[in-house]
């Protein structure tokens, strides 16, 4: 079956515009995770949905940052006023529970994200 | 907080060596541990897993035991092969479902 997909596959912007990724994730997966892959700080985890909620927004690197997730699948990672240290590989995964301990994620190719 | 510690790259070996990659982790409770694999060009992909103490994951030639007593979780091959070629990714299970990568070590294989 179709695994997690994301688009744009790349974006390139500038710096202090507004950008939207998007995450779809397998079908029938509850669970759906975004985290960011930069050189300087390796694979940091953003923001979990399990359904259409949020938990725990924490882990969010500023207020810039906002996500959503609609009709219990596909989700948006929302950038605002693109900064470059935003620059990164962001990444999608979905698993069909929540539980960490049993439940494999499965990742998808990611959208490099560029802002010059 | 839990993190995770594993060794870092790039390691490079011959083709038929033995690979060894340690992972240390600190964490409350027992979490589950992983190892992912990204190869060139590719998406993550998991690897193996174990989900609790002594228990050992292994996946195409890999392994790798869950060890309380260290808090380790060491990846180990006995014969790479060129088509090993991968960054390699220690991962435990956060509170929220989530994973909590180490750096990543990057293995070269040459024939």
């Known amino acids: 079956g179709a695994g997690v997909s994301q688009s744009p596959s790349n974006k390139v912007t500038e710096k202090g515009k507004d950008v939207e990724l998007r995450c779809d994730p397998i079908?029938?997966?509850?669970?759906l995770y975004w985290y960011r892959q930069s050189l300087g700080q390796g694979l940091e985890f953003l923001i979990y949905?399990?359904?259409?909620?949020?938990?725990?927004k924490s882990g969010l690197p500023s207020d810039r940052f906002s996500a959503e997730r609609t009709g219990g699948s596909v989700s948006t990672l929302t950038i605002q006023r693109t900064q470059q240290e935003d620059s990164a590989v962001y990444l999608c995964?979905?698993?069909?529970?929540?539980?960490?301990?049993?439940?494999?994620?499965?990742f998808g190719p990611g959208t490099r994200l560029t802002v010059l | 907080g839990n993190s995770v510690t594993q060794m870092e790259g790039p390691v490079t070996l011959s083709e038929e060596a033995f690979l060894t990659i340690n992972c240390t982790y600190t964490?409350?409770?027992?979490?589950?541990l992983f190892w992912y694999v990204q190869y060139p060009g590719e998406g993550l992909q998991l690897l193996l897993k174990?989900?609790?103490?002594?228990d050992k994951g292994s996946n195409k030639g890999f392994e790798a035991t869950y060890r309380k007593e260290t808090t380790s979780f060491h990846l180990e091959k006995g014969s790479v092969q060129v088509s090993d070629s991968a960054v390699y990714f220690c991962?435990?299970?956060?509170?929220?479902?989530?994973?909590?990568f180490g750096k990543g070590t990057k293995l070269s294989v040459k024939p």
């Open positions: 995964a979905s698993s069909f529970l929540s539980s960490g301990r049993e439940d494999t994620q499965y």
């Open positions: 079908s029938g997966h509850t669970a």
């Open positions: 949905f399990q359904g259409n909620s949020a938990p725990d």
């Open positions: 964490a409350t409770g027992y979490p589950s």
């Open positions: 174990a989900t609790k103490a002594d």
């Open positions: 991962a435990l299970g956060g509170s929220q479902g989530n994973l909590i």
